[in-house]
């Protein structure tokens, strides 16, 4: 069974940019199914999602207010990982983010553990 695991900092300061990577293992990110996905949850909110990698190699984003355009999402099929960059970070962007590998549109997610693989998620926190 796929494993994920993500990676980054713990802590950034307001208006740098988050950058956080998920290491795949046991299965590849140019495999023909499965959407590649990063999501977030930040302290009594419902599970949010951010964008994912499509089978085809394509990006998706969340349109919401909330991302406004501050999100990329890239892979590195050598090295079988994605990567999440959030530009002009505030403390509204502190949170559990997760990487996972969906077997459908993350937007369907409504709660951890839904529709696939998930990584154990890692907290960052914005602060000065």
């Known amino acids: 069974q796929v494993q994920l695991q993500e990676s980054g900092p713990g802590l950034v300061k307001p208006s740098q940019t988050l950058s956080l990577t998920c290491t795949i293992s046991?299965?590849?990110?140019?495999?023909?199914?499965?959407?590649w996905s990063w999501l977030r949850q930040s302290p009594g909110k419902r599970i949010l999602w951010i964008g994912y990698?499509?089978?085809?190699?394509?990006?998706?984003?969340n349109p919401s207010l909330t991302f406004r355009g501050r999100t990329s999402i890239s892979r590195d099929t050598s090295k079988n990982h994605f990567t999440l960059q959030l530009t002009s970070v505030n403390p509204e962007d502190t949170a559990v983010y997760y990487c996972?590998?969906?077997?459908?549109?993350?937007?369907?997610?409504?709660?951890?553990?839904?529709?696939?693989?998930w990584g154990q998620g890692t907290q960052v926190t914005v602060s000065s």
């Open positions: 046991d299965d590849s990110i140019t495999a023909n199914s499965g959407y």
């Open positions: 996972a590998k969906l077997d459908r549109n993350p937007i369907a997610v409504n709660a951890k553990g839904d529709y696939g693989s």
């Open positions: 990698v499509h089978p085809n190699g394509n990006t998706y984003y």
